[in-house]
């Protein structure tokens, strides 16, 4: 008889064991199952909204290739108490369609014969020749391009605004017109090595010659 009852109560320990192990992986299966998908969520929401927005790239602002030049002009523009240009996207993607229908002859006669006729100062630069043949770019600056056309200065009149004679104070002349207001600028590097820089302007076109008597000259 006391067998019988101590069986039974072994049996009823045990099963009462197993059913707390049953409840146990039970829960520990509904906690696993409810959180993970959640902290999933979170985490991939946190970082769609910690992700930082590419700025958008302002067409007024001078670009990095051209440092430089539009400081360079408005320094020459300021000599002449002239007031300062702003940069133009309009005006650069002009100068880019310029250089690069020019850089197809890249001849010094062909680039300053092809802007004859427009609102834009040009420069042509010459490649350097290799020792042991074959060319390639000088390295110039955008200073360097404007001083180039700062040279014409001595061939300017003020009062009039345009020039005597000299061909290169034509390119001085339309950087410093006085009723331009914005200008854009752009380069390109020809198969030959040699290099075209060009800037168009706003407002009326330069006159590019005056009466050959003149004889006033500006400082600097």
Known sequence: ??????????????????????????????QSASSLPAASSATSGSMRTETPAIPAHNPNLEPK??????????????????????????LAARADATVKAMGGACTQSAVYKAAKHGNVSVYWNSPLRRFGGGSKAQDISASFVVSEWSAGRGDYDLATAACRKSS????????????????????????????????????????????????RRIGD
Do not use: F
């Open 168 to 215: 290169i104070c034509e390119q001085y002349a339309r950087m410093v017109a006085p009723a331009a207001k914005a200008v854009g600028c752009a380069k390109v590097v020809c198969a030959s090595q040699a290099q075209v820089w060009a800037c168009h302007y706003d407002g009326p076109q330069a006159t590019p010659a005056a009466d050959p008597g003149l004889r």
């Open 65 to 90: 290739a051209m440092a430089g030049i539009l400081a360079a002009q408005n320094e020459a523009r300021a000599r002449l108490g002239l007031t300062s240009l702003t940069w133009s996207g309009a």
């Open 1 to 30: 008889m006391r067998r019988i009852v101590v069986s039974s109560w072994l049996a009823l320990g045990l099963l009462a064991l197993a059913g707390a192990a049953a409840a146990q992986v039970t829960l520990r299966g509904s």
